[in-house]
């Protein structure tokens, strides 16, 4: 029996999780970032409820607005921001608010598309009532890429192949995450069908065909490389 994927944020993210309150330090926040190697420090107030971020790009401007001043802007813009943040001693001047974040249940995929959409590296995860449950990084997100290729295989014949259409079942191998599928799946309108089903399984890296060595009879039993 191959071991469970892991499938949504709590099963990859870190649940310790190092966070500052909103009167942290500039000095602090910084000497935490690197004594942890973390790239963003989540803000709470009261009991665990975030309220904003500060990363590293929050804190670099101080540094970028050093040997010059920062130019005058209108209230709410971009630049006004920036040269307010440059400016600023604590957490609750820093932070980026409301706080980008994510929930244990949602999956692995969901979490990647929005680091992806607003590049950023880490995300606080929080429960319904938005109390820190812990952290998910882009590392912990690529954990699921260290699945062996044996539980992949395993997977794919015990949940994905029984489930698709007769004539599309075939012999499964893989090889450092990439799936080789040999046997009848091989008409154009099945492969969009047949890959869907296979890139499904968490670690999969890439889907291949090639002409079965059998004709007639699905099998979905090869033996793993």
Known sequence: ??????HTV????????????PRAAYKEMVELMRQWSISALPVLAGEGRVIGVVSEAD????????????ELSAPGSQAFDEAAKAAAQ????????????????????????????LHIKRLPVTDEAGLLQGVVSRGDLLKVFLRTDEEIAAELRE????????????EVSVQ????????????????????????????????????????????????AS
């Open 1 to 6: 029996m191959t071991s469970p994927a892991p």
């Open 10 to 21: 709590s099963d990859v993210m870190t649940p310790t999780a190092v966070a500052v309150g």
């Open 59 to 70: 804190l670099l401007l101080k540094e970028e607005y050093r040997d010059e001043e920062p």
């Open 90 to 117: 604590y957490a609750e001047d820093l932070m980026t608010t409301p706080a980008v974040t994510v929930h244990p249940d949602a999956t692995i995929s969901e979490a990647a598309r929005t680091m992806a959409r």
């Open 159 to 170: 949940t994905v192949l029984p489930e698709l259409p007769p004539s599309a079942r075939a």
């Open 176 to 223: 450092d995450g990439v799936v080789t599928l040999a046997g009848q799946a091989q008409g154009a309108a099945l492969i969009p069908l047949v890959t869907r089903a296979v890139r499904s399984v968490e670690g999969v890296v890439d889907v291949r065909f090639e002409p079965g060595a059998r004709e007639g009879g699905h099998q979905g039993c090869g033996k």
